[in-house]
């Protein structure tokens, strides 16, 4: 019997790993690519959104949610989803009622009950039918408040909603402001549901963390 074996040549064995290097390579930028449309979803949401809001205001000289005489104007609207026209989304049912109020309008997509929605800390727990979702699977929310971390002013605010990366909410902010989450017109919730203490080190976003953050939520200041 022939007792001689025919080894790998270093030849094969470079060719395999470099193959095994370009599939490596191939899963980790498609990830990139999916994280990366993720945020530009996330932005083109948020920019939609905005619009609506003041394409609503233009329209019908009112805020939506606040918006008191909606169900007379407003097909889809029923008589107890009306707000109190005082110019502010300033309580939990307007907040529900905004996008009741931009989808029976026409300016979003979505079918929401317009059930009440809260503000603070648990209006980051908003739920699919009363909140748009966002791209990664949180629900997002408006009304007037101040839930930027950077500032105690009230203002009319967007937030994303949870369950975002940090390094995805970090690439969002560096592509709609200044990268920084405690200053300008983009910055991290303060809530405790939106992870301040774990999403935020330093004054800047956690991306080098050992164990990056996953549930992160920033906020639109003045709308």
Not at 107 to 123: L, R
């Amino acid at each position: 019997m022939d007792r001689n074996q025919r080894g790998f040549t270093l030849v094969e064995i470079a060719i395999v790993l470099v193959i095994i290097g370009l599939l490596l390579g191939g899963v980790l930028k498609g990830q990139e690519m999916i994280t990366n449309a993720k945020v530009r979803n996330l932005a083109d949401q948020a920019s939609g959104i905005k619009a609506a809001f003041f394409a609503f205001q233009d329209r019908y000289k009112a805020l939506p949610g606040d918006y008191r005489v909606a169900s007379a104007n407003i097909s889809g609207v029923p008589a107890n989803m009306n707000g109190n026209g005082n110019g502010q989304i300033q309580n939990g049912n307007e907040r529900g009622r905004v996008w009741l109020h931009l989808a029976a309008a026409g300016f979003i997509t979505g079918n929401y009950t317009g059930g009440a929605v809260s503000g603070g800390n648990n209006g980051w727990n908003c739920i699919s039918t009363r909140c748009p979702p966002n791209a990664f699977g949180g629900n997002m929310n408006l009304g007037f408040g101040s839930e930027a971390a950077g500032t105690s002013g009230q203002s009319h605010e967007l937030w994303t909603g949870r369950n975002i990366p940090v390094a995805a909410i970090a690439e969002l902010d560096r592509k709609i402001d200044d990268g920084i989450p405690g200053t300008g017109i983009f910055q991290n919730g303060k809530s405790p549901n939106a992870k301040p203490g774990t999403c935020v080190a330093g004054g800047v976003w956690a991306v080098t963390s050992a164990n990056p953050e996953g549930s992160c939520g920033g906020v639109y200041r003045q709308l």
